[in-house]
């Protein structure tokens, strides 16, 4: 590996279930306490707005008081090391950003944006103001979250700037997702037909294919010890 090597790093819940954020799956995740389709398709917006942006608010106050865990920081320091580092991440909550990675592709949208939906327009979302969680656009349409829900297209921009990094990167390392959610579950395999090494790290199997190496383990105790690997050899 050299100063050179193109890396991504494709991660999940799983990577921020140390600062305390919960994952989605398995027996603590959120889809054993909520339904999907109460919560997380536009369908459910359309009925109840309310009832879907008290689970956002509740979400965000979570979420804002987390911070970065030792993966992501591990993370934040390999952008440092390879200037051909990326990240690309299904999570929402921007603790990437906060340990300080600036090449992040996100590819389920931010929980701290909003939209407007007559307009289409993405702004920085509006705390709650009284006892309506709903926030409005100044045209007076109601804003939802920024974020991709279950039978919605992800950003265009985002999808296509992951499919170019996955088919041309040497190494792709898959971090804390259950590798069910399609688009991104994808991901990985284009790497793997175009070369790369996969390296999953993740305490539980997955049905991710290609993958080089297993490592099961979590990543707040994996990736400083990846990181500690690879600073040890100087890579230049
Ligand atoms: C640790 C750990 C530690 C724990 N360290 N690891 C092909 C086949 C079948 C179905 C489909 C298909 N293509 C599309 C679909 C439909 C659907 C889909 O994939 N369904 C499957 C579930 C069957 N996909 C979609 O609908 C997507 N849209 C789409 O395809 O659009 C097509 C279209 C095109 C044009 C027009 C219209 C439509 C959209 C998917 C959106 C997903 N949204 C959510 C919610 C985001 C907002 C929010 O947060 O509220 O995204 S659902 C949820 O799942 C969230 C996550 O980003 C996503 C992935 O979950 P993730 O991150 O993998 O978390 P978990 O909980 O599943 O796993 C955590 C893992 O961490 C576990 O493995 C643990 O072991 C591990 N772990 N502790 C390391 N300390």
Redesign the pocket.
Known sequence: MNKDTRIIALT????S??SGIP????KE?LWNRYRVQDL?TPEAFTRAPDTVWEWYRYRQELIGKAKPNP?HLALAKMEEIFPEFYLIT???DGLHQKAGNKRVVEL??NIWEARCIAEGKIIECPPRTGNDPVPYCTCGSMLRPN????????PVEALERAYQLVQDCEICFV??????????AGLPMVAFEAGADIIE????P?PALGISIHIRE???IAMPVILDEISRTKPV
């Open positions: 999940g819940a799983g990577v279930a140390e994952t989605f799956r398995g995740g997380a993966a299904q999570n929402i389920h949208g974020v991709v829900w279950f039978g919605e297209a992800l971090i804390g997702t259950s590798s069910l959610v399609y688009p991104a790290v993740n305490p539980a997955s979590k990543a707040g």
